[in-house]
C-alpha cells in the first residue's frame, strides 16, 4: 500500500515554525514567572518569619517592662509588708470558697485596737523621775462668793500627770576651792587647789556625757553633724562643724579596743548572718576607682559585726573568718558565699526565694494565681518549722510536727520538678524554679539542724540603721571616718542584741577612759555584754 505524504509550502512551514517558537518562548517566560513568583514568596515568608520572631521577641520586653513596672510601682505606691493580703487571696480562689470559712477571713479587719472595744488605762510611767509642781486657788478665790468666809483646807490634792521633755545644755563651771599654807615650813610653796575632774579628752571643751550624745545622735539615729549644729544653735548653743568633726575622731582609738574584743567574739562563732550593702567613702585611694564601698554585717547570737571594705569579693568574709574556719551562714544567693571552702556551709534564705514569687505574683496578672500559689506554699513552711520550734521540748510532739513539714518539703520538691520538665514553661516561672532547685540543698539545711533560722531577716534587720544614716549623711567623708563608723555600728548593735542601754554603757566606759587620762582602759574587755556580772547587767539594761 503506498502512504501519500501531504506536502507542506514553504510558507506554511515558517508559520508553523514561529507558531512553535511563540510557544516555546510563551512557556519559558512563564516557567521563569512562577520560579519568581515561587522565590518572591520564598523572600516574603522569610521577611514575614524575621519580622514575627522580632514581634515575638518584642513582645516578651513588653512583657519583661510591663512586669518591671508593675513591680516597681508597687514597691513605690503599694503596701511596704511582704505579708499576703486575705482579701486578695480570698478574690484569688473564689472559687475554692466554702461556706466553712471563718468570719475572720471574711471580715476586711483594721490594724490595731478596734472601735468600741475596752481600754487599758493611760499607763503610769514609774521609772522616770517625777518633780512636783504644787499649784493654788488665786488669793481672791480662797473664799465663799456669798458670805464670804474663808475656806478650810482638805487634806490631800488632786493629782494629774504629763510627760515633760527638757532638753538642758549648760556650762559646767568647775569651780575649785584654793588653799595657801600658813605654816613657815616650805613643804608646800604656793597656792593649792582641788584636783581638777577626770576629762575623757584632756583640755578639750566638750564633756563625756555630750560627746556620748553626740555619738548616739550621729551613729544610732542616722543624724548629720550639720543638723546636729542646726538643733543646738535652736538651744543656743552656736559651735563649729569642725569641732565636732575633731571630737568625733578622738573617740576611734578609744573605741578600736572595743571592737577588736567583739570581732574576735564573733569569728569563734560557728554560725553567721551575713549580708552586705553598699556605702561610700568620699577619699581617694591608691588603686581604687570611684567612692563605692562595701559595709558587710557579720551576725552571731550575742555579737553584730561591721566591716568596711572597698571589695565585695570573697576575700573579706575569708580574711574575717580565717583559714580552715567550719560553722554555717545563714545568707543570700550572692555567689561569694558559696566559695568560701569546704568547711562553710550556705543555709540560703527562704525569705528572698518567697520574693522571686511574689515579684510575679505582684508584676504579672496572668501569673498572679501561680505566685499566689507559690507564696502560700512557703508561708505554710514557715508556719509549720516555727510550730515545730515551739515543741522542742516535747519530743513526741516535735518528731510528728517535723514529720509534717519533710512531708511537706519534698511535696514542694516534686512540684518544682514537674513544672520546670514542661517544654513551653513561662520564662518567669522557669527562672523562679530553677533558681529554687539549684539552692534546694542549701535551703533544706535548717531542717536537720533546728537552731538554724530559715530566713537571714536577722543581718537584714541590722543593715537597716547602716541605709538610714547613708541616706542622711551619703556615707564617710574619709577613711577613719569609715572606720569609726563601723567601730559605732558594731558597738551599738551589739549591745542593743544583749538588752544593754548604749548611751548608758558608754557613760560608763567613758568615765573609765577619762579616769585613765583619756586613755583606753586596760582591760576593756570587763565592759563587754558577756564579761558583765548580773547587777551590771541591771544597771545597764534597757526599759
Not at 95 to 118: L, W, Y
Amino acid at each position: 500500500m503506498i502512504t501519500v505524504q501531504p506536502t507542506i509550502d514553504q510558507k506554511q512551514y515558517l508559520e508553523m515554525l514561529q507558531q512553535l517558537g511563540y510557544w516555546k518562548n510563551l512557556h519559558e517566560r512563564v516557567k521563569r514567572k512562577a520560579e519568581f513568583q515561587q522565590k518572591e514568596a520564598e523572600h516574603f515568608e522569610k521577611i514575614a518569619g524575621e519580622q514575627q520572631k522580632e514581634i515575638e521577641k518584642k513582645e516578651k520586653q513588653i512583657e519583661a517592662l510591663v512586669h518591671k513596672l508593675a513591680f516597681l510601682q508597687k514597691q513605690l505606691f503599694g503596701r511596704k509588708t511582704e505579708q499576703t493580703d486575705k482579701t486578695e487571696q480570698s478574690d484569688l480562689n473564689n472559687n475554692d470558697q466554702t461556706a466553712a470559712d471563718s468570719p475572720e477571713e471574711k471580715e476586711n479587719r483594721k490594724r490595731g485596737k478596734q472601735k468600741g472595744t475596752k481600754g487599758y488605762g493611760r499607763k503610769i510611767r514609774e521609772n522616770l523621775p517625777a518633780k512636783e509642781i504644787h499649784h493654788d486657788l488665786p488669793e481672791e478665790d480662797l473664799f465663799c462668793p456669798n458670805c464670804g468666809k474663808p475656806y478650810i483646807v482638805f487634806p490631800g490634792t488632786e493629782d494629774s500627770e504629763e510627760i515633760d521633755w527638757e532638753v538642758i545644755l549648760q556650762r559646767l563651771i568647775h569651780k575649785r576651792k584654793r588653799y595657801k599654807p600658813s605654816c613657815n615650813c616650805g613643804i608646800i610653796p604656793g597656792i593649792i587647789s582641788a584636783p581638777l575632774p577626770p576629762k575623757l579628752i584632756p583640755k578639750g571643751m566638750l564633756s563625756k556625757e555630750f560627746i556620748v550624745r553626740l555619738l548616739m545622735e550621729k551613729f544610732q539615729f542616722g543624724t548629720p553633724v550639720y543638723r546636729i549644729r542646726k538643733k543646738l544653735e535652736l538651744e543656743g548653743f552656736s559651735v563649729s562643724g569642725g569641732t565636732l568633726t575633731g571630737n568625733i575622731k578622738r573617740m576611734v582609738e578609744l573605741l578600736m579596743p572595743l571592737y577588736a574584743l567583739i570581732l574576735e567574739r564573733n569569728r569563734s562563732a560557728r554560725h553567721w548572718h551575713m549580708d552586705e550593702t553598699r556605702w561610700k567613702v568620699f577619699e581617694e585611694i591608691e588603686g581604687k576607682k570611684g567612692f563605692r564601698w562595701w559595709l558587710w554585717v557579720m551576725v552571731t547570737h550575742d555579737t553584730c559585726v561591721y566591716v568596711l571594705d572597698p571589695s565585695r569579693s570573697a576575700e573579706v568574709p575569708k580574711a574575717h573568718l580565717g583559714e580552715d574556719s567550719v560553722g554555717i551562714i545563714s545568707a543570700d544567693r550572692y555567689v561569694v558565699y558559696k566559695t568560701l571552702g569546704d568547711g562553710i556551709s550556705v543555709a540560703f534564705c527562704w525569705s528572698h526565694v518567697r520574693r522571686d514569687f511574689i515579684r510575679i505574683r505582684d508584676g504579672n496578672k496572668r501569673l498572679k494565681a501561680w505566685g499566689t500559689m507559690w507564696v502560700e506554699d512557703i508561708n505554710d513552711l514557715f508556719k509549720m518549722n516555727r510550730e515545730r520550734l515551739e515543741v522542742r521540748g516535747d519530743h513526741k510532739v516535735f518528731k510528728e510536727k517535723d514529720r509534717k513539714l519533710r512531708k511537706a518539703l519534698l511535696k514542694i520538691e516534686q512540684k518544682c520538678n514537674e513544672e520546670l520538665s514542661d517544654e513551653e514553661l513561662h520564662k518567669l516561672k522557669r527562672k523562679a524554679l530553677t533558681s529554687l532547685r539549684n539552692h534546694w540543698k542549701g535551703l533544706t539545711i535548717f531542717v536537720d539542724q533546728p537552731e538554724i533560722p530559715m530566713d537571714n531577716n536577722e543581718a537584714e534587720r541590722c543593715l537597716r540603721n547602716p541605709v538610714v544614716g547613708r541616706k542622711n549623711y551619703y556615707g564617710s567623708g574619709a577613711v577613719w571616718s569609715g572606720t569609726l563608723t563601723q567601730v559605732m555600728f558594731s558597738i551599738f548593735q551589739t549591745l542593743l542584741l544583749n538588752k544593754i542601754n548604749p548611751r548608758l554603757f558608754l557613760f560608763s566606759y567613758f568615765d573609765e577612759c577619762a579616769r585613765n587620762k583619756g586613755c583606753a582602759p586596760e582591760n576593756p574587755g570587763r565592759f563587754l555584754p558577756w564579761n558583765l556580772s548580773q547587777e551590771q547587767k541591771a544597771s545597764l539594761t534597757l526599759s
